[in-house]
């Protein structure tokens, strides 16, 4: 399963991936194993889900384990965060994907949706970051690499998503400022904001969304999960070594279209 040659080099490194019982999250998983990485796949309530990518991966030829946690809980971040570094000794890579998605508009939200969203999409990526760097400088350990799993919504929000766009401008915000007061620990913080990415029985869906989202796009087709993937292999190699800080958007290029 190891693909140094295309996919960046993690091998005997142990990644830890929020949410990866999920579309997104099991392609960041998927990608990460193929780099080599021993994967702890985190879920909450997919377990059907995140036993199968468990047992994809192994059967490959990779090392995955399956881990439940309820991320809006505090002890449970670090529980899940001690439970991956113990599994091998170590831990070097976190994605903080874990997330959700939900469609209301601002004048019928209410304080408890926006606090809903903001613990399940921001304050569990606080959390399992500060049990991460933990983990990655304890006895000796040199640092790691942290990527939260952002949204082109974070600088482009849409109709529906007050909530969700503020939450993943956060997740862009905390990432540059954990990126300054962890660098001098070896720890790198970054995010990649995807675009759109297709899932099964979208466009029947959706028909409009996607294809006006296939015309803005320049390459002209809807993400997939492993491009998001790729995105975190390639922060979390030595090819990203220098790179921190910093918000790297996977949408097929329709931010660079013109809005006037």
Same mark, same amino acid.
């Given at each position: ?18 949410? +990866? ?17 021993? #994967? #702890? ?8 889900? +995140? ?30 965060? @001690? +439970? ?8 070097? #890579? ?20 926006? *606090?809903?969203? $903001?613990?399940?999409?921001?304050? $569990?990526?606080?959390?399992? =970051? ?14 790691? $690499? ?46 990649? $904001? ?13 028909? @409009?969304? #996607?294809? *006006? ?32 800080? =910093? ?14």
């Amino acid at each position: 399963m190891p693909d140094t040659a295309t996919t960046g080099g993690l091998a005997g490194r142990v990644a830890l991936v929020t949410g +990866a019982g999920g579309l997104i999250g099991g392609g960041i998983a998927r990608r990460l194993a193929r780099a080599g990485a021993a #994967v #702890v796949v985190h879920r909450h309530h997919s377990e059907q889900q +995140a036993g199968a990518l468990v047992e994809e991966i192994t059967g490959a030829g990779g090392h995955a384990l399956a881990v439940r946690a309820d991320l809006t809980r505090e002890e449970e971040c670090h529980r899940l965060v @001690d +439970a991956a570094a113990a599994w091998r000794g170590r831990l070097d #890579v976190l994605v903080n994907n874990a997330g959700i998605q939900p469609v209301q508009p601002l004048a019928e939200m209410t304080a408890a949706d926006w *606090r809903r969203i $903001s613990e399940t999409n921001v304050t $569990s990526a606080f959390c399992c =970051t500060q049990a991460a760097v933990q983990a990655m400088t304890r006895e000796g350990g040199s640092g790691g $690499s942290i990527v939260h799993i952002a949204s082109i919504e974070g600088s482009n929000p849409a109709p529906g998503h007050a909530h969700y766009s503020a939450a993943k401008a956060a997740l862009i915000m905390f990432a540059r400022s954990a990126a300054l007061e962890y660098g001098p620990l070896g720890i790198r913080v970054n995010t990649v $904001s995807p675009g759109l990415i297709g899932r099964p029985g979208l466009a029947e869906d959706w028909p @409009d969304g #996607v294809d *006006r989202w296939t015309r803005a796009a320049p390459l002209t087709r809807l993400g997939r999960p492993e491009d998001v993937g790729d995105a975190c292999v390639f922060l979390a190699s030595d090819a990203a070594s220098w790179i921190t800080g =910093t918000d790297l958007v996977v949408d097929g290029g329709v931010s660079a279209r013109p809005t006037w």
